[in-house]
């Protein structure tokens, strides 16, 4: 495909062009290679959403990309590591992974494991405790959990 074709090819639901996610790979120091432009494309295909490094696995072979999960989990923290990507534990045993990189909170709901945004004015955080000596805080994550109303 060739870079004229590449640009105009735009993903539905917000998503990005194969262009763009080349170029943002390469602005955050990243090669492009296959699987990675193959896994960013599923990534950023629908916009803002959270991930699990399984989920996008499952993805990945249902549309034929040829990757294994520790490929994927090796892929979703190069990408978090870089700043394309936000990671949010959470307990011990879950991990997702943000398109949403900007500084928000989140609801987990324990029925579905799923993880929902928290509109920016819905939560504020008063006051921070003082870090300890040699340490800044580089970001405060809040996961309010959620369960259906048993009844």
């Known amino acids: 495909m060739d870079n004229m074709s590449e640009t105009r090819t735009a993903t539905h639901q917000g998503g990005r062009a194969p262009l763009e996610i080349r170029g943002m790979l390469r602005q955050s120091g990243l090669r492009p290679t296959r699987q990675r432009m193959a896994l960013a494309g599923l990534l950023y295909a629908k916009g803002n959403r959270h991930v699990s490094a ?78 300890p000596e040699g340490y800044e805080i580089s970001r405060v994550d809040v996961v309010v959990r959620l369960r259906r109303i048993r009844g």
């Open 54 to 131: 399984e989920g996008l696995h499952e993805e990945a072979m249902a549309r034929n990309v040829p990757v294994s999960l520790a490929t994927v989990y090796n892929t979703l923290h190069q990408f978090t590591d870089a700043g394309l990507l936000r990671e949010v534990a959470v307990d011990g045993s879950k991990t997702y992974f943000d398109t949403n990189t900007a500084d928000h909170h989140h609801f987990f709901v324990e029925d579905d494991d799923m993880v929902i945004d928290i509109p920016h004015d819905r939560i504020g955080i008063g006051r921070a405790p003082e870090p």
